[in-house]
């Protein structure tokens, strides 16, 4: 099975310090992405990658930034979070060239205080 | 970009077949309709992938019509398990095209 995981489920961090959201695949995937998902507005997409060191910005790039230095992993990192930016944080992964079937992690509600 | 409208929330009873619809009427000739599943607490689960016409698979059957403007999700004898939000995405093969949308909230009654 392919399994996707995410480093923290939940996370508080203070207004302006700088946070880093891992994810891991074990599927050799060479897609990844980082949704985020609020009351109302269902998931949108932050960024995504298609390969080490490739990055494109999704729908709500604002804020974030990305790393991705092995195929395995994909970093989300607020530089100088905010209380705007608590929320549910997804990570998924698919393969080939944007397979439609995403796998995603368990998420990391993220709050900001 | 294809975004997606369906309803915000649907109740059913155990039992029934459950058609969920979604409006897509911008969607590009390169565009796969693709549904997910999510429970709370979870990430959301591929259920069902489709291009045009009918696809039916163990768990769902997916409904295009030829102008593929919408689709519609059918879920076969509903039980409790099956209270979930579904989620109608719509990509293609390039870019970020992938909008999920705020998704249907179905809740079955026993």
């Known amino acids: 099975d392919v399994k996707v995981t995410q480093s923290s489920r939940y996370l508080v961090k203070r207004t302006g310090e700088k946070v880093f959201l891992e994810c891991v695949q074990d599927?050799?995937?060479?897609?990844m992405f980082w949704y985020r998902q609020d009351p109302g507005l269902g998931l949108r997409l932050i960024y995504f990658?298609?390969?080490?060191?490739?990055?494109e910005k999704g729908d709500i790039p604002e804020g974030y930034s990305v790393s991705r230095e092995k195929k395995e992993r994909f970093s989300l990192i607020l530089e100088s979070a905010s209380t705007n930016q608590t929320s549910m944080y997804l990570c998924?992964?698919?393969?080939?060239?944007?397979?439609?079937?995403?796998?995603f992690g368990p998420g990391t509600r993220l709050t900001v205080t | 970009l294809a975004k997606t409208t369906q309803p915000i929330s649907m109740d059913s009873y155990e039992g029934q077949e459950v058609n969920i619809t979604c409006s897509h009427n911008?969607?590009?000739?390169?565009?796969?309709i693709t549904w997910y599943q999510q429970f709370p607490s979870q990430g959301p689960r591929f259920i069902i992938q489709?291009?045009?016409t009918k696809v039916t698979n163990e768990v769902a059957s997916l409904f295009i019509p030829a102008d593929r403007k919408s689709s519609t999700l059918s879920l076969p004898r509903v039980s409790l398990s099956d209270t979930a939000v579904y989620y109608c995405?719509?990509?293609?093969?390039?870019?970020?095209?992938?909008?999920f949308g705020t998704g249907t909230s179905l809740t079955v009654i026993p």
């Open positions: 998924a992964s698919s393969p080939g060239t944007f397979s439609y079937e995403q796998y």
């Open positions: 599927m050799d995937h060479e897609n």
């Open positions: 990658s298609y390969d080490v060191k490739m990055k």
């Open positions: 911008n969607i590009a000739t390169n565009d796969y």
């Open positions: 489709g291009y045009k």
């Open positions: 995405l719509v990509g293609g093969n390039t870019g970020n095209q992938f909008y």
